[in-house]
């Protein structure tokens, strides 16, 4: 169903040009798909959507619980709403709504959160979420995904209008490695073996997926075999994938653009320990930390999430 780039881990496509590019084409071929900004249009490129199909295009403004009311509201009406706005203002901020006005009262809201983790940059610590995979992993039925390049984006966004309920999508704004080949299709709930390994296995989504390849290439020359899953929908989980590839290996990391606690680590260990999989295991994310002002590329390395990281990682639980 998928193939590899052939420039694999090199720059791609940017995540906003092909999730904007996905929605317009949604838009011209149903007229019920909507888009709903929160005056991020120019960070979003969601901009090109309201001139090019602005009968279809909400701007709410600085007003993100009022946009997810206003998308249930939409969605009862026989409308499918697409939401942006920054990582945190889409989970932290609207929670409420987006559990009730959505979620309890079996509306459908698909929502883009953009920046994830060490993805915001200067914009700093309080448009920094490392918490919002935890917060609408809660949500009854919804569904969670963390696109590892600009291909797997756009599918999960077209696969999110054909169905109902609470879908959310974390992505960054700008550079996305290229990890699939252009035409790659996906299953959702499963995840994807993109490198095969007997010695530890590493799970992964989004961003990082690429620089879990990096850390596998650089674990083999040390002797290591590294198998890597790109774990994009990290709910509902692959568990039947996660337990077979678990099964007979030396260890298990995740690693992960989020808090340890809540997001794919937790639902790898407890998917792990309910199997009854024992198992050296480590879970590789952000510990009680705040977000901080830097690069992208600075705070990735702040926070310990970049190859080299998950290389100490991998070799410490060896032993």
Known sequence: MFRLSENLGSNGTAYRDAICDT???????????????????GASGTSKIQKKIPQQYVQVGIAEADMMGIAGGMSSEGFIPFTHTFGPFATRRAFDQIYLAGGYAHNTINIWGSDPG????????THTTWEDVALMRTIPGSVVCDAADAVQASWIVREFAKTEGIH?????????????AEGSAFEMGKGNVIREGSDVLIISAGQLVADALKAADALQEQGVSAEVIDMFCIKPLDEGLVRSEAAGKRAVVTFENHN???????????????????????????????????????????????????????????G
């Open 23 to 41: 929605i317009i084409e949604l838009m011209q071929e149903n007229e019920r798909v909507v888009m709903l900004e929160a005056d991020l249009g």
């Open 118 to 125: 060490f993805t915001v940059g200067a914009n700093g610590g």
């Open 168 to 180: 959310y999508l974390r992505t960054g704004r700008k550079n996305a490695p290229s990890i699939y």
């Open 260 to 318: 340890v606690i809540g997001g794919l680590g937790d639902a790898v260990a407890a998917t792990l320990m309910e199997g009854g999989i024992a198992v050296p295991f480590k879970r590789h994310g952000v510990c009680e930390r705040f977000g901080q002002v830097g690069t992208p590329e600075f705070l990735q390395a702040e926070f310990k999430l970049t190859a080299s990281d998950l290389v100490e990682s991998v070799k410490s639980l060896l």
